[in-house]
């Protein structure tokens, strides 16, 4: 089983950047995919970016243009860099991986951009 630990998250002012980590640890065979979501309150869990093995990205209209997903394979890490923040991308930010048990969340780490 794989376990999964977010960190990066944080209080920033709008315009600003972070940017997210999300580490897997236990039964690593292989990556095949990753993906970042948000949950804000109220509101249903979305898509921000993900990953695949092949290097396919696809980002949420949202944050294109100001989100990067990435990985480091030697870290068995996926980055999220969050760049030009706004309030409405405040949200608790979990990933989502697959690196070859099956998909595994995170906790999730909070977010919140405000001045």
């Known amino acids: 089983q794989v376990q999964l630990v977010e960190s990066g998250g944080g209080l920033v002012q709008p315009g600003g950047s972070l940017r997210l980590s999300c580490t897997a640890s236990g039964t690593v065979f292989r990556f095949f995919y990753a993906g970042w979501y948000r949950q804000a309150p109220g509101k249903q869990r979305e898509l921000v970016a993900s990953?695949?093995?092949?290097?396919?990205?696809n980002y949420g209209d949202s944050v294109k243009g100001r989100f990067t997903i990435s990985r480091d394979n030697t870290l068995n890490t996926v980055y999220l860099q969050m760049n030009s923040l706004a309030p409405e991308d405040t949200a608790v930010y979990y990933c989502?991986?697959?690196?070859?048990?099956?998909?595994?969340w995170g906790q999730g780490t909070q977010v919140t951009v405000s001045s």
């Open positions: 989502n991986a697959n690196y070859g048990t099956g998909g595994s």
């Open positions: 990953l695949s093995y092949g290097g396919s990205t």
